[in-house]
């Protein structure tokens, strides 16, 4: 069993699939699951959005990414698996890699390319 599991999150169907795999992996007693979700930050630098209102466009992105993290069920509450939520700016492998490191996660788990297909 794991101690400290990293999982980002793209809210899809495969993710959520993961997600299972990830709470067995988990150390029920003395766990953690880290669900991170990757946003990318338009304030970053320029680029064409700047036509339009780009601070209602990142409000926009910002609160569906905080409706989606909320509805990603509080798992393991009744085993004692803890659960922490984090929101990431940037683009998600570099993101993803810094958030395994800082955390010292013994694993990541992830949903497989949605290109791949299982046999």
Do not use: C
């Not at 980002?8 to 990830?22: K, M, N, Q, V």
């Not at 680029?47 to 339009?52: A, D, K, L």
């Amino acid at each position: 069993m794991f101690k400290k599991i990293l999982f980002p999150t793209d809210f899809s169907i495969g993710a959520s699939h993961a997600l299972s795999h990830a709470v067995r992996l988990a150390d029920v007693r003395e766990g953690e699951i880290i669900v991170q979700h990757v946003v990318i930050d338009y304030f970053e630098g320029p680029h064409w959005t700047t036509i339009f209102d780009v601070h209602q466009l990142q409000k926009h992105l910002d609160a569906y990414v905080q409706n989606e993290m909320s509805r990603i069920l509080p798992v393991g509450t009744e085993t004692g698996l803890r659960v922490r939520k984090v929101i990431s700016k940037g683009k998600p492998a570099p993101e993803i890699t810094a958030a395994a490191n800082e955390e010292m996660v013994d694993l990541v788990v992830m949903r497989t390319s949605a290109h791949s297909r299982v046999m």
